[in-house]
């Protein structure tokens, strides 16, 4: 249940932190933490085995 958990959440933080990118458009300061959560997210993601999922409109190799 833990890795359940951790899939889970991860893939949430991810998706949610992604979201958030266009709002930031202009706040060097919020860009550069958004975008520090939303790499340590997907590392550890891959780490619990959370599919990584290819940028919208790419395809993943």
């Known amino acids: 249940t833990r890795t359940t958990l951790a899939r889970h959440v991860l893939a949430g933080l991810s998706s ?20 520090l959560v939303l790499s340590d997210s997907v590392v550890l993601g891959r780490d619990w085995g959370v599919p990584l999922t290819p940028f919208p409109g790419l395809q993943q190799p």
């Open 16 to 35: 949610s932190t992604a979201g958030l990118l266009p709002g930031a458009a202009g706040d060097a300061d919020a860009l550069t933490g958004l975008v």
